[in-house]
Nanobody, 116 residues
Framework: QVQLVESGGGPVQAGGSLKLACVGN????????MAWYRQAPGKEREEVAR??????ITYANSVMGRFTIYQGNSNTLYLQMNSLTIEDTAMYYC???????????WGQGTQVTVSS
């Protein structure tokens, strides 16, 4: 059974940094698409960053140049977040294995709260 577990969220001051991790229990990210999403209160879930099966990386415009998505070992995905702003406050989720235009696996989320 596949389980994605995020960690690394927490409170941080504006301008600070956090590194989120997503560990895939019973899962390998190798050769598969993977992504980070976030959802702020009252807003829709949005894609923050993605690595597709070819290894191409895309970012949301709002995080371009500040966030970096990368794979660690075979079952770990990271999101390095720098220069955080209050607008980055959200629950962050990792997603894995896109099939038929749907992510097959989701983590439970980790909360990031940025204060001024």
């Amino acid at each position: 059974q596949v389980q994605l577990v995020e960690s690394g969220g927490g409170p941080v001051q504006a301008g600070g940094s956090l590194k989120l991790a997503c560990v895939g229990n019973g899962y390998t990210f190798n050769g598969r698409s993977m992504a980070w999403y976030r959802q702020a209160p009252g807003k829709e879930r949005e894609e923050v960053a993605r690595i597709n099966v070819a290894g191409d990386i895309t970012y949301a415009n709002s995080v371009m140049g500040r966030f970096t998505i990368y794979q660690g070992n075979s079952n770990t995905l990271y999101l390095q977040m720098n220069s955080l702003t209050i607008e980055d406050t959200a629950m962050y989720y990792c997603a894995a294995y896109r099939k038929s235009n749907t992510w097959q696996y989701w983590g439970q989320g980790t909360q990031v709260t940025v204060s001024s």
